[in-house]
């Protein structure tokens, strides 16, 4: 890897990762070849089959005198928190919680109710997502740890997208990491109710192998190895994409701000990149609310001339109905002006029902990528949102390759093709209903088209209309 990185001077090497199984994979052999550190900043890290599999190498790593360092966001650890306390009695590793709340014994304040008394702190999280091996080698992406973002959900699973990247670019990433670790906003895991001892880091090793044991021998593991005969990406002899790249990375005093800071944030190197564009600029975002000023921005852009395409989830593949009945705001504006648009179409199975926040129909986009004319990529954990922009913390890579545009792109065109997405469009003038959106798709091999959202119901579409009414998009 060192010999390949002297090869490209002030260039950095990239793999995509694509599939759920070796985005698992790539984390654990990168975990199990690691000698000096490993760093970790994530937004979610479950106490499931694949969480607790990461957390057993983390142990592993660590018992091998490897560092370890594992920074959190608060908000979702409740779940996970007895397991991470007793993580952090090993002398080499170290946990951190991001912008914590007040207490998580449920005697004391719920959640709910420090958020209500504190809303404007709490209600900024981290949403940054990276893992990086002994500042050589580092994942950046749209991948939180658990089930579901490694296909391994019973539920829902999400369409994602990482970068593996070795280079220069990684010193920015731990750098990047360093800045969060030594903020104001991060605090030891120690900080909260009794500190675990080493009877109880005994047991949770005990526990966590067995788990492993348990999850080696599970239908999954087996078809991941299927899938990847050759071995983890990360672990694998072969081609990468080189190009001069940088990590974008928001300032952890963002949470601060008490007004928008343009300097503290990604939104400027985003926009400049997509200013550039000469012919094409495609969007992934599993959450999509451009608000009136970025759909103005994108408009303006279309009518120029160049090739605007999205992709976002449809209400049926959506977790959140909230957050689109704020994009289905955008739609007209956006088509009449020549933007493309594309849903991601749910998997087989019960229409969505009206209610079920926090849940899809078994498929969930949540890459977050921008490809602009064929050639500059970012990818990272940056929705195409308010919240993303002005209250979450985000990070990224942007990347000028032309080889890793094209396999972003591919990503994106398989997709979006008719039996993966519904393509909105307007109806033409001279046809029946004229002006209104249309979802068009391919069931059964055959083209379909319905005149109103997909393979949810009634009750559901119904949900989305009374949420429009509702003034909350700043808060999505």
Excluded at 96 to 107: D, G, M, Q, V, Y
Excluded at 312 to 340: I, K
Excluded at 348 to 370: C, R
Excluded at 383 to 401: F, H
């Amino acid at each position: 890897m060192h010999a390949e990185v002297a090869r490209h001077s002030n260039q950095s090497g990239f793999r995509l990762l694509t599939r759920s199984s070796n985005a698992l994979l790539s984390r654990i052999s990168l975990a199990d070849h690691a000698r000096h550190s490993i760093d970790l900043q994530y937004y979610i890290f479950n106490n499931d089959a694949t969480g607790r599999l990461v957390a057993q190498r983390l142990l592993l790593a660590a018992d091998r005198g490897v560092r370890v360092r594992l920074l959190l966001d608060d908000i979702n650890v409740d779940d996970s928190i007895n397991m991470l306390d007793a993580l952090d009695a090993h002398p080499n590793i170290e946990v951190r919680l991001f912008n914590p709340f007040a207490t998580h014994k449920p005697s004391m304040l719920s959640k709910a109710t420090q958020f209500l008394l504190d809303a404007h702190r709490l209600n900024r999280r981290m949403h940054n997502k990276s893992f990086i091996v002994d500042g050589n080698v580092a994942i950046v992406g749209g991948r939180n740890i658990g089930n579901g973002y490694f296909d391994a959900g019973h539920a829902t699973n999400f369409r994602d997208l990482d970068l593996i990247a070795i280079g220069p670019v990684v010193k920015q990433a731990s750098l990047a990491f360093d800045e969060y670790w030594n903020c104001d906003a991060a605090y030891p895991v120690t900080a909260f109710g009794k500190h675990a001892d080493h009877y109880d880091l005994a047991r949770l090793r005990k526990d966590l192998t067995h788990d492993a044991r348990t999850f080696a021998q599970s239908d999954y593991a087996q078809a991941t190895l299927d899938e990847n005969f050759n071995g983890a990406t990360a672990d694998r002899p072969g081609k990468w994409f080189w190009g001069p790249a940088r990590l974008v990375a928001d300032q952890p005093q963002k949470i601060e701000a008490t007004k928008d800071q343009p300097d503290l944030r990604i939104g400027p190197d985003i926009k400049a990149m997509t200013d550039s564009a000469r012919y094409s600029v495609l969007l992934i975002s599993p959450y999509f609310i451009p608000g009136d000023r970025g759909t103005r921005y994108l408009s303006r852009i279309a009518r120029r001339g160049i090739t605007v395409k999205v992709l976002t989830n449809s209400l049926a593949s959506n977790d959140e109905p909230a957050v689109y009945s704020s994009y289905a705001r955008y739609r007209r504006p956006l088509l009449e002006s020549g933007v493309q648009l594309y849903e991601l179409q749910p998997a087989a199975g019960a229409p969505q029902t009206a209610s079920t926040h926090g849940t899809s129909s078994g498929v969930s986009l949540h890459a977050k990528a921008i490809v602009v004319d064929d050639r500059q990529v970012f990818i990272g954990s940056l929705n195409m949102d308010e919240r993303s922009r002005l209250l979450n913390t985000e990070m990224g890579i942007i990347v000028d390759s032309a080889p890793l545009a094209e396999a972003v792109t591919r990503f994106f065109d398989n997709a979006t093709l008719p039996g993966s997405a519904f393509r909105v469009v307007l109806i033409p003038q001279g046809a029946p209903r004229a002006g209104d959106l249309q979802w068009q798709a391919r069931k059964n091999g055959k083209p379909v088209s319905y005149d109103h959202e997909p393979d949810v119901t009634p009750e559901r579409r119904a949900e989305v209309q009374l949420l429009k009414l509702l003034p909350i998009e700043g808060l999505l």
